[in-house]
């Protein structure tokens, strides 16, 4: 998977795929808003949130720091 790499708070890299369908509520088709999350146990993750429908899709930014 191809990602843009975007500055994140404190200076971290964040990445995010560069097809935006991960962004698109697969209900209405709308753009779902980002909202970042911490899992325990998992890290940082961010959730696509459609504002009718709830939460579309969770990405991981750091996936291939690992």
């Known amino acids: ?3 843009d ?3 994140g708070p404190g200076g971290a890299e964040v990445r995010v795929p560069t097809d935006d369908s991960y962004r698109t ?9 980002p909202e970042p999350t ?5 890290g940082v993750r961010i959730a696509f ?5 709830g939460v579309h899709s969770v990405i991981d930014p750091f ?3 690992r």
């Open 5 to 7: 790499k975007l500055n």
């Open 1 to 3: 998977m191809d990602y």
């Open 63 to 65: 996936e291939d720091k």
């Open 25 to 33: 509520c697969s209900q209405c088709g709308g753009d779902c808003y």
């Open 49 to 53: 949130v459609c504002p009718e429908h």
């Open 38 to 42: 911490a899992i325990d146990g998992l």
